[in-house]
């Protein structure tokens, strides 16, 4: 009995310490296939923001979620934040290092720059 509780014990400390996979630091880039937004996307400048196991902090400020998880819909993947509300927002996995926040008019692209 005492293997078996020491056992669970072990998963859930594993289970515990394992994340989404995409924590790190990403550089933030706005664009848009309009000319004119795409501009004032430019002026804008890159933001860096870090991606945490249940939290992204941007400009120092540290915006807390209930989980980040991936999600697998067909063929593409997503990175979910769920608020403590359940709400998501899902940003769009390109690569191991590139995330896609946005739709077709004006889209963010995040590269990570330091796990």
């Known amino acids: ?10 998963l859930t400390l ?10 790190g630091e ?11 937004l795409n501009a004032f996307a430019q002026i804008a400048g890159e933001q860096t923001v870090v991606i945490g196991r249940d939290f992204i902090d ?19 993947k997503y990175l979910v934040l769920q608020k403590p509300d359940d709400s998501e ?7 191991a290092d590139t995330l896609i926040r946005g739709g077709e008019l004006v889209s963010i692209t995040l590269k990570r720059i330091k796990k």
């Open 14 to 23: 594993i289970l515990a310490g394992c994340g989404h996979g995409y924590e």
């Open 89 to 95: 927002e899902a940003w769009k996995i390109a690569d």
């Open 58 to 76: 941007s400009e120092g400020i540290r915006t807390q979620y209930k989980d980040i998880f991936v999600r697998e819909s067909g063929s593409q």
């Open 1 to 10: 009995m005492n293997l078996k509780r020491l056992l669970i014990l072990g």
């Open 26 to 36: 990403y550089r933030e880039q706005v664009g848009s296939s309009v000319e004119v």
